[in-house]
């Protein structure tokens, strides 16, 4: 395939925490490495929904994903099948939510919480978590270190084309605590730590690099409606495409055609937002 990549998604992250406590992904931006964007997320801006449009280029009301209670397999072109079309290798290193969508439904912890299926039409190589019991006191998520290493894992040991890593911490955290405060500051410092010492990994071994948000956050931890803190969160691209002005807004339906347009993969003729990287 022309370009590998991988799309890095932090859950629940707004525009303003990105710009701000991110310094090691800014530091790239001013170094020229990176540029960021602001993206905007479709309506309902909750998980389930957001994920669904992130990799079908759709809206909840077109692929059905209305709310986080309607988890099910989606039935319409996704960036894991057009790669797939294109003879690419892809992989997963997500919530579960990702490979109920995508894969199969209903999500089984036994045998879908790990799987290597070459001739998979969606997902080949895939990691999971589920997050079990998970409540406002109880996180129930993973370490974003052993995310990072699990995907890292996959790329060289199956030459991956694609792959996306999803984590729930800070979106967690902001639920947990809100946004201003000081445990919501050290978090999204610390993830970005973490992610610094990945980034420059992936780049060497040929990735393009994707990393941004599902949707925002307000201050009192919540999202799923229209306010700009809910919606809006950065999007940090590390490759070698011209983009749009730093000044324009992207919008998150544009996101699986830019991917697949990158990898030089069919873009289904259901993802009908314009591109944005050449």
């Not at 019991?133 to 129930?140: F, G, L, S, T, V």
Request: proline share 5%; hydrophobic share 40%; charged share 15%.
């Amino acid at each position: 395939m022309p370009k590998n990549l991988l799309l890095i998604i932090l859950d629940g992250v707004p525009y303003a925490n990105w710009r701000r406590y991110f310094g090691c992904l800014e530091g790239w931006v001013k170094t020229g490495e990176a540029r960021v964007w602001r993206m905007r997320a479709s309506l309902p801006s909750m998980s389930g929904p957001c994920y669904a449009s992130i990799h079908t280029g759709a809206p909840p009301q077109v692929h059905g994903v209305l709310t986080n209670a309607h988890i099910h397999r989606v039935q319409m072109p996704d960036v894991f099948g057009q790669v797939r079309k294109a003879g690419g290798v892809t992989g997963a290193v997500t919530h579960s939510w990702w490979s109920e969508f995508f894969n199969r439904a209903p999500f089984d912890m036994v045998r879908d919480i790990e799987y290597d299926e070459p001739e998979s039409a969606s997902i080949n190589h895939g990691r999971f978590h589920t997050m079990t019991a998970y409540n406002h006191d109880n996180q129930a998520t993973p370490c974003d270190a052993d995310l990072f290493a699990t995907l890292t894992s996959l790329c060289a040991r199956f030459a991956l084309n694609y792959g996306i890593l999803h984590t729930c911490t800070l979106d967690s955290m902001g639920h947990r605590f809100g946004h201003d405060c000081a445990q919501m500051d050290h978090a999204c410092a610390v993830l970005d730590a973490m992610l610094a010492g990945f980034l420059p990994t992936w780049r060497k071994m040929g990735y393009e690099v994707i990393v941004t948000a599902d949707h925002g956050q307000s201050l009192r931890g919540h999202h799923g409606g229209t306010g700009d803190d809910q919606q809006d969160f950065a999007l940090y691209y590390f490759g070698d495409a011209q983009g749009p002005a730093q000044d324009i807004v992207l919008d998150q339906l544009q996101l699986a055609p830019t991917v697949l347009k990158r990898m030089g993969a069919p873009i289904a003729d259901t993802m009908t937002a314009a591109p944005f990287l050449d």
